[in-house]
């Protein structure tokens, strides 16, 4: 048996040194939507790199992983074929969610906002690999049966912040928050993950950048971090552009942490561990510049894609789209993170480690080191089952 199984192999390397696949190779489908004129890599903003947001298309990570896992599929007799659609609106994603499904789609990957996501969700019955949209709604209140999450949720990040602030034993914060709807629910959260660690909010200030003489004070770091003892500065800015300015220009000499200073993500580039330098070259080479946590999520997409094609048996004639991913659910998969990473059943979000990063390297990684938990310590990071709000089955 494993000499068969070794001849296979050897078999479909041939093959693919000669640049032949397997004659009966059946073909995995899948349809990334972006969004068309995507604002989030506008030049002025990739060229700044602020910690946490994208500099490229999802494209670019999920081609280095079917690039990678070429030899594997070739091994397995079969095939991943991907299509990249752009949508300009949400009405117009769903269209491309519609058509890709009759086109004969197994999987869809969405790089798009939360609303454009659950749309795209709603609109078909395949799984969606969800890496765009870091919203926590889309994991509880707001979860779909089909729909999965390869990129961190905010409250990921957000405790993983708190374990680290623990472990330092930096318990006081003054909470710095910016005035946009997006910054109000991330504070929430924040203040979520805050309460669950037993940290304290010793004061909870508002910023605001403005070009308006008379507000120029609500964006004065020194005015700001005044007036309150703290062990170190939370700052809440979902644009980014205050918080990078922050770090070194508080009243008292304490670090900033959240969205400037140090920075929880999914990924970085300076990782240095677990075959993750290897991982960020070769994605260098191929797109000239650092690997970020939004290419991370979409290159772990592609290993995904790779994984459930990989799992049919070898030179199956056909596969049915439902074969294709019903092993979705219990798929374990290698992140370059150092443990195994699946998909939490109650909301459908990728397990995996955190990185906390000043954007110069990993100062530490969550979960914090002797940190405990019942079953899984990955699920210390997020929403864990007796918090689920998600009421669907998967």
Request: net charge positive.
């Amino acid at each position: 048996m494993k000499q068969a199984a070794l001849a296979a192999v050897l078999a479909g390397a041939a093959l693919a040194g000669l640049g032949v696949r397997p004659a009966q190779a059946a073909t995995l489908k899948a349809t990334l939507i972006a969004p068309q004129d995507d604002r989030r890599l506008e030049r002025s903003r990739a060229e700044r790199a602020y910690l946490g947001h994208p500099t490229g298309p999802a494209a670019d990570g999920l081609a280095v992983a079917l690039e990678e896992g070429r030899f594997e599929l070739d091994a397995a007799g079969h095939e991943v074929a991907l299509n990249t659609v752009e949508a300009a609106s949400l009405d117009a994603a769903k269209a491309a969610a519609v058509a890709a499904e009759k086109a004969g789609a197994a999987v869809l990957i969405t790089d798009l906002p939360a609303d454009w996501t659950l749309a795209v969700a709603d609109a078909v019955k395949l799984p969606v690999l969800n890496v765009g949209a870091a919203d926590d709604r889309l994991r509880q209140q707001d979860c779909r049966a089909r729909l999965y999450h390869l990129l961190p949720s905010e409250r990921m990040r957000a405790d993983a912040l708190a374990q680290l602030l623990v472990s330092r034993k930096w318990s006081k914060l003054l909470l710095l928050t910016g005035t946009t709807p997006l910054d109000q629910q991330r504070t929430l959260t924040a203040q979520a993950s805050l309460k669950r660690y037993g940290l304290q909010v010793v004061a909870s200030k508002p910023f605001k950048l403005s070009a308006d003489p008379r507000e120029r004070d609500l964006a004065n770091p020194l005015l700001l971090t005044a007036g309150a003892t703290y062990d170190a500065v939370w700052v809440v800015d979902s644009d980014g552009e205050f918080a990078r300015t922050l770090p070194y220009r508080t009243v008292l000499p304490r670090p900033v942490v959240g969205d400037g200073g140090l920075v929880p993500v999914g990924w970085h580039a300076q990782y240095e561990r677990y075959g993750a330098p290897q991982v960020a070259r070769r994605f260098a080479k191929a797109h000239q510049r650092p690997m970020t946590a939004n290419d991370w999520a979409a290159w772990m997409a592609g290993k995904t894609l790779i994984a459930l094609a990989t799992a049919q048996p070898a030179n199956a004639k056909a596969v049915t789209a439902a074969a294709w991913t019903q092993g979705l659910p219990k798929l374990a998969l290698d992140g370059s993170k150092g443990t195994p990473l699946s998909f939490r059943a109650w909301d459908g979000q990728l397990r995996q480690t955190m990185l906390l990063t000043d954007g110069q390297g990993v100062i530490a990684q969550a979960p914090i080191e002797g940190l405990l938990h019942p079953s899984n310590v990955l699920d210390t990071l997020g929403a864990d089952a007796p918090e689920k709000l998600c009421k669907v089955a998967r």
